[in-house]
């Protein structure tokens, strides 16, 4: 599953502070390889070069 700018999704990378936290994909960046790695905004700050497999899509119900 690819994720666009402005989709929420959930960090799953247990060497990252942001690990289990929700955020927002801000930029998306493509190496000359063709893999996608993404730049994620969080309440507390931002992590960047993050791949696809790091991500789930966000359940918006948890909002609240």
């Known amino acids: 599953m690819s994720f666009e700018e ?3 999704v959930v960090l799953h990378d247990e ?3 942001f690990d289990g936290e929700t955020g927002t994909i801000t930029q998306t960046m493509e190496s ?4 996608v790695t993404y730049t ?3 309440d ?3 992590e960047a ?8 899509a966000a ?3 948890d909002e609240e």
């Open 32 to 35: 000359m390889f063709g893999d």
């Open 59 to 61: 359940d918006d119900t």
């Open 15 to 17: 060497h990252s502070e």
């Open 40 to 42: 994620i905004s969080f």
């Open 49 to 56: 070069g993050v791949p696809e497999d790091a991500l789930e």
């Open 44 to 46: 507390d700050g931002q």
């Open 6 to 8: 402005d989709d929420r």
